[in-house]
């Protein structure tokens, strides 16, 4: 637990002090005390410094530097430095380098850039974690380890290959096995030897964007790919707890971060981290549902914002500044979805090389009067306020939405029957639709626990791994509500198609027998007309996309299409089983009728929105002790206002205590602690 | 003739039972009855199961499945499996495997995936065919030999290039008619010896997607590359032919195709078949002129229909389902173009890898009772007691257009006057001006008889082949009608100009001469002005694209320029040479333009709709033993009607007696028989 | 002077005969006569046909055509044939092939093909231009040396990866310095060894279209390339200047060429010379920008009109013919800026390969009567007519605008803030401003001597070269107006950002602290509010792309933001410095702003248009022996008038006397005669 290492959330960021001289490193303490600053997050990328070659290493500028920060009460995230190998070690062992998916061997340069089956880079990464965590185990400024930084990639050169090899004898024992796990008997790809099998590329199975002839082997890579850097993290974590047992040990993921299973990787993090750098057009909602995400990941437990930019990023088109207020706004929603830290990218901006035009604590000005700095040192002070109050609290909901990376992998390598269906986006759909009405969410795995949740949704639950459907009819037997959506039930772990008729596993608990499954043209639509008044719901909607067509097998019909020839059959059913209900939306709706559609869900749950708030004002809550810390932040340019109801409460920040209707500064934030 | 192979139409399509098991293979043929199939299309990719190493061949499976099947009343389409190697072969010998334009080595995986000059591949795929011909060439069931399958692809390998050197050999002798036939003293580009010589690829002469430095090179690969595959082809078909000399061999084209020079193929096939999947978008009328040129290829005999999907594709991006009555209409629709078979792919839905989302006779569902078996059931019904009806009959056009694959190369490879210009486009142009006043039209070839016809159009006529402008001006001088376009007569059959003014050979037929060619932006447009009425032609035309600016040379000056510097320039002439005339549209007109002009030429030599119908209503018609077989197809969504004449006429699908206004429902067929 | 080589402007151009007999031969000369021609340039391409293997030379070819073009009155521009390697060079010595930014070594084809540090590249080429200077080095035929042809392209071989690492010793002398040059502490990329460094590709540094990781390798990769590509132009440069020390050499350049330093390149050129091909939708002001550009190159010497089209290219996606008069409007346009010859690609048109639809003098149809060879043939006399009148004729201008290869390549190199900010575009918004109003323009470089101009401008001035800083202050304390703009300012020479606040070495001429940069999205907009009217400009203007956000440090304030949180900061302001002023404009204005702020700033400094003219009427000056040659050219489809003024002057190609208003044709041109 963080909250044990400090009595207060972390407030820093990345710093890299090797790229500037001592006088700055002077300055840059100093400014760091005008911040308030306690957190530093160093040696991300010094792995070149630190070691010149395979014997050599220099710590000193370490030791002095932690020695220095900490003597100035600055704590330190420890960063082993393995994010990029040396330009010696490229030169001297090319088997560092990736080949891509073009078959092509890179050269050195750029981040990302080890393969993660490279026996030189396991070899010398285990080291240096195993020599960093020997040196600093005793020091009592090292507060968090750092491992890496940002794994992915893939990499497709012959180690990989072999190693795929290996890694397909251990989930299939027998040749046999693979051959029907990836029906091979298509276009006559039967293996007879494991050596038969080569990495699903470019130059093999993979074509355009993200499309595979073979999806079995396509599926497998993408395990074996996150499981070799999931290898490779743990090869220095070991070697960090064989010196330091207690040590809380991290890397820093990236939210909804396609090439690595997460929920698998948590399982290795004492606590979980992640970089959140929202673009101009992501939505509130998805910032949000991707903090959702990394709680969700050890359910439940805080995660820590390990960067966010102070201002401007480098790498979108556009970079626009973060506008008044925008960076506190959005480190406090961070900490209302369960952050218990803050902390930026980077402290001091580079003046060379490709982050020079990222934003920064310290500008180029190099000074403390900019109005970035000035924020940095507000937000410093508030958060000192707000010392351990909302440490370790924890977000209670009633609603989960399922997420599955092997899911995502077999639904977006599909060929057929469209090629919009991308899950990510239907996930948010429905996560919004709570959003929008402060509905709290946690995001949930396949494997978590889920029998203490009221709803439960699963929107395109196209893969049902073993065991998922039996856990999802016991959930609603036992008086759950379940809602899915088409294209779900079709394949199984291998991605194979359950036959028998869709939604396959999933046929019994919702009691539909999908025929067929209709692609709409982007233009194209179709509707959704409701039989009777569903809450709030009446009359028609509109709906695209995909248009599964259903018969019921015992499921009452809600609404029916509106159009074509299947006009008249049904569009949304809602099965009783057991205790509970299942529901099946057939067609990807228009999100009127979706939050409808969910309200009226959550109404029968007796599921309330933590508050009533206008358009872009969000609402989180975060409970502790018996008390409830209850995040009010106007997302909006312009002052809003809201009813806070009759009892008196204590708003944070300020110190006051509100009752009633209050207004809310735009871009300003509440936190209101109240007893639960 | 396949029709003397069964008496009736072949029904089935491709079967693929090594995917699924015994009990499957049984309940398979329980559904072939109920669905009329008489026809399965087998081994078109169990190279790897039939041959798991060099010298062993395992039949059992294939004598098994073959007299399954024959026992049931299934006859048999016997592929020769070579469409994939074998991985163990890529493995062993990566001859096999092809190098792409970007120079890079493939790996195993996908489909059409074999050098088409490695010996290896060569030498089994010869090997395989010899031997599944000796085994079965007694067997009764098996009455149809399909040779790989959809060949197609390039290959730049060290094999290719040293056989692209002996083609050239072959082709021009010396080194300096190669010089000169690519005019190679441009850009220094002289070759002393042929060793000199490399594929022209992404890394030498090509750029963009399919842009040539030099078109010379680049139209002998072409050449070259379909020729080689048709070596491959050729070695099956004579290792077929040594055991069963009456064999009727085929192998499965793609409609306008433009790798490979189907006109070539067609002299070595027995029957052509191909593989018919419009998509969202193709226009009726543009199935309707691909099914043309396939009956075109072997001059008008009768062909296969050898798959189309019962609903649904996979590889569109979005993939919508064939609305009720579609599939049968559009089956029909190639009857009446002159199929002599109607076959699917596929019998049977695959649970895996990238095809499992394509229809199939029998889905995921398992069982008779969806839409999709019951609409395929029915037409089996009907095709049943079609019987022989229509086998064998012939279309009978009096107007052809005249495709030519060299012409299609050139044109897209020639670097200016502009992108826009796309060869098929124009062909269909004008071929649907015919279509939609059903006047049935042939594709031929520059090679094929012409004389017969009474209207020859050859849209964009680039290149003129040696011979061929002769041919075009006895085919005029004895009356016949010709028509062609701007950018035609420009260049010979080695993409080099004829010089002394366009359109070179072709200018003395025409009687013009084009001084230049302005090429307009997308949005630019000219008009075509009428000097007189033609026909329903009067006033004003829109044009575009490209605009010859052209002199009479003794043509009649019909149309002329309506704006910019070339306003009273010609636009449309008509010379009149021995008892024919001979027509000239300088630009890229608007569709009433040309479907007037049409219209006109067709009226002068009194050609007449087949029947007058509303539009999205086809006519069509085929020909035996004094009696016309007409064709009505409504491709509407609504009903329609239309008038029949006045004397009674016999519809075969209902047995009725017609005359007067009829009715057509929505997506109809009937089916006239008429003594012609 | 290439003035002294010929009494009048050089009329001709590209010539290929080797693609052609004797007979054509023989009608070339003819035709040339007819149309004026007395210049051809020769051997461009004729490597592989002059050396057709390691020790053969065959020059009687070369011979004779050079006897004949001058027994015919045409003189000679002799390439050395090196722009294209033969194909026997490629096969025997692979080192002549460039490996691509993907690692792909190049097979045998196309332009540009030779890696520029190629050992057997650099050999021969050049022996053949030591060769060729030998042998027509009395020849009175041969006026000018053209070594090569249109160098670009890059190269990223061993040879090159070697060689760049001893441009890098060269430049740096020792790795500690690379490495602070390059910034490499961030992301670890410290480099202990010159052989660590590899050059920055696709396969390293380099993703996407221009982006890199390390823009400081990158940059110094782009002067490495220009400079090899120098080195070998500089090989053949001296192997002619040893045998003919007073000849006339140029390489013929391409405008706002981004590959190539033409500043570094100029120096090495006798004569500039250049190849002009305005693309459909360039504007005429970029034109002529170009030609300014080019004149600049070698500070206001007349240059060459290399190339140009008669009529038609053939490489942009729609090639519209050029109107009737656009040639030879477009002809004097580039002799308006300082061109003293007009020369073609090509004289014949090649019926083979990818410039058979590029337009010629000649034309496929090969007789005079065609309107291409009319309009060359009357410009022809036109030109015989001028005789030396405007040879060797200055363009005097008071204004200069800075442009810098490095600069543009940092610029776009970045990454962040905007990839909308395209270095060559805001340079044109500038020039247009004056070019509408009929200022002429120099184009200069950093090492330009400034003094003599009343007005620079350096618009986007990123990157601020040692010493340039302090000459800038210098021009502006003696009285010079100087103006820059947003993101200016802000790295020295290595991409480094110079520290303490933007605008950097800038900040004290300027007077201002920019503390932040604003991306704004492409449809989003701020304004400029100008304080008081300033000449023509007063209220509100558009904005957009970056807003710097500013402070003033002593500069007056004249127009503020409209909009947004840094509405009311300054977004216009002007620092007295000295007795002159220094403009920083700080976000990119509309179009009427802008050419409203240039007017004022040129009104202040007295320098007014050389005529008031109708919009799409250009005015161009050129000054010799005390005589103004005032260019009228009129680019508007429709005839325009304009007032000439009260005295009168002789027009030199009609020798006719105009005064006041008097009217010019559509595409018309006018050159008047006047002291100075």
Not at 95 to 110: N, S
Not at 367 to 395: M, P
Request: proline share 4%; net charge negative; charged share 20%.
């Amino acid at each position: 637990m963080i909250s044990s290492k400090l009595p207060k959330m972390f407030y820093g960021g990345d710093y890299n002090p090797e790229q500037w001289d001592h006088e700055t490193h002077l300055e840059d303490l100093r400014m760091f005390k005008l911040a308030g600053i306690d957190m530093a997050t160093i040696n991300v990328f010094s792995w070149a410094l630190i070691q010149p070659d395979e014997v050599t290493y220099n710590f000193e500028y370490l030791d002095q530097l932690i020695d220095r920060l900490y003597e100035n009460g600055v704590y330190i995230c420890l960063a082993t430095s393995t994010a990029a190998h040396p330009a010696w070690m490229a030169k001297n062992y090319p088997d560092v380098l990736r080949v891509d998916a073009d078959g092509r061997k890179r050269k050195f340069g750029g981040r990302h850039n080890s393969c993660p089956n490279s026996p030189t880079y396991r070899k010398y990464s285990e080291i240096i974690a195993d020599k960093l965590a020997e040196r600093y185990k005793d020091h009592p400024a090292v507060l968090v380890w750092h491992i890496s930084n940002e794994y992915g990639g893939d990499c497709y050169c012959e180690n990989c290959e072999k190693a795929f090899r290996v890694y397909l004898k251990k989930r299939y024992q027998t040749i046999e096995q693979v051959n029907k796990a990836w029906n091979t008997n298509f276009w006559g790809h039967t293996f007879y030897d494991w050596d038969e099998i080569v990495l699903p590329s470019n130059l093999s199975e993979h074509w355009g964007h993200n499309s595979s002839s073979f999806q079995g082997i396509s599926l497998d890579y993408s395990r074996f790919n996150s499981d070799s850097m999931l290898e490779c993290y743990l090869l220095e974590y070991h070697a960090i707890k064989k010196h330091i047992p207690d040590s809380v040990v991290t890397t820093n993921l990236m939210g909804f971060f396609k090439q690595l299973d997460y929920f698998k990787w948590a399982k290795y993090m004492d606590i979980v981290s992640w970089d959140s750098y929202p673009g101009l057009a992501t939505p509130i909602s998805y910032t949000a549902m991707a903090h959702d995400l990394m709680r969700g990941l050890k359910d439940g437990l805080p995660f820590m914002l390990m960067e966010q930019t102070p201002s401007q990023q480098n790498w979108q088109p556009y970079n626009s500044l973060k506008r008044p207020g925008v960076m506190r706004l959005w480190s406090y929603q961070s900490v209302a979805h369960g952050a218990d830290t803050v902390m930026f990218f980077q402290l001091r901006r580079s003046v060379g090389a490709c982050e020079k035009y990222h934003g920064a604590v310290i500008e180029h000005a190099g000074h403390e009067n900019t109005r970035v700095f000035r924020e940095v040192a507000e937000l410093g002070k508030e958060l000192q306020n707000l010392g351990d109050t909302t440490l370790d609290a924890r977000v209670q909901s009633r609603v989960a939405i399922v997420f599955d990376w092997d899911n995502w992998w077999a639904i977006e390598k599909s060929s057929g029957p469209t090629v919009a269906l991308k899950y990510v986006e239907q996930i948010h759909k429905y996560y919004s639709a709570f959003f929008h009405r402060n509905i709290q969410v946690d995001i949930v795995s396949v494997d978590s626990d889920i029998s203490s949740y009221d709803l439960l949704l699963a929107p395109v639950l196209y893969m049902v791994k073993p065991g998922f459907a039996a856990k999802l009819e016991q959930f609603v037997a036992a008086g759950g509500t379940f809602l899915t959506t088409f294209f779900s039930g079709i394949v199984n772990e291998h991605d194979l198609v359950t036959t028998g008729g869709y939604p396959g596993e999933l046929r019994n608990l919702l009691g539909i027998w999908v025929e067929e499954i209709d692609a709409l043209l982007p233009e194209q639509k179709n509707s959704i007309v409701l039989k009777e008044t569903l809450g709030a719901l009446e009359g028609v909607y509109e709906c695209g996309m995909l248009c599964d067509l259903l018969h019921s097998e015992g499921a009452e019909v809600i609404a029916e299409y509106g159009e074509d020839f299947y006009q008249g059959m049904p569009a949304l059913t809602r099965n009783t089983f057991g205790q509970g209900q299942a529901w099946y939306v057939a067609s990807d709706p228009d999100n009127i009728f979706l939050e409808g559609l969910l309200a009226e869900l959550a109404a029968e749950k007796n599921i309330k929105p933590l508050l009533e708030t206008p358009q872009g004002v969000e609402v989180s809550a975060r409970t502790k002790d018996g008390l409830t810390y209850l995040f009010v932040m106007n997302h909006n340019a312009s002052p809003q206002s809201y009813d806070l109801g009759n009892s008196s409460v204590r708003e944070l920040l300020t110190g006051t205590d509100y009752t009633g209707q209050i207004s809310i500064e735009a871009r300003g934030v509440h936190i209101f602690e109240r007893t639960s």
